[in-house]
């Protein structure tokens, strides 16, 4: 694993205008316009993340954004307080140098620390499954629900990933996350 400088755990509203444009800067590398125009998912409703992890390199750049949801969801008809894990970025420059999964395991801690987080969840394409894997995560087999604006619907877009908080992720069975997926 290549060093960074730095990791930070903050939440996104406290952000300066210097650390959202390190953000925005990213989010331009990792899905340049013509991508993100053409992009199957930009017509669904995201839910905003909350709480963020940067992983800044040793020139002072921003290498790579995990973004963090808490949500009060339900899982299998009982009460669940689940960890969202969403818009993970890293740029293409520094991929494969471990920033991610890094600011991943951040993410992680941060929901340890939390209270009553049962599990944590993402979402993602076919294709990170197997990274997803390498770093403890589990893939849901049962049904994801989601709001999409307003109304019940269920989560078919990507895959969806589970990781034990407090409790087991669970493998089967019905989630509900009561709001926008992330």
């Known amino acids: 694993m290549v060093e960074s400088a730095g990791i930070s755990l903050d939440r996104v509203a406290d952000l300066s205008d210097i650390d959202r444009a390190a953000v925005r800067a990213l989010s331009l590398a990792v899905y340049p316009p013509e991508a993100a125009a053409t992009w199957p998912g930009r017509h669904l409703e995201w839910a905003k993340v909350e709480w963020c992890v940067c992983v800044w390199g040793i020139e002072g750049d921003l290498v790579s954004y995990t973004g963090i949801i808490l949500r009060q969801a339900s899982c299998d008809g009982r009460p669940a ?37 049962a599990f944590a969840l993402l979402v993602c394409e076919p294709g990170l499954l197997g990274y997803y894997g390498r770093l403890g995560w589990l893939e849901f087999h049962g049904q994801l629900q989601v709001r999409q604006h307003g109304e019940s619907a269920g989560f078919t877009f990507n895959r969806v990933m589970v990781h034990d908080v407090e409790a087991a992720g669970p493998t089967s069975g019905s989630i509900d996350l009561m709001g926008p997926p992330w």
Request: proline residues 3%; glycine residues 22%; aromatic residues 6%.
């Open 81 to 117: 307080r689940v960890g969202g894990i969403g818009g993970v970025m890293t740029h293409p420059a520094a991929r494969g140098h471990g920033h991610a999964s890094r600011g991943i395991r951040r993410a992680m801690d941060f929901f340890r620390e939390q209270r009553g987080v």
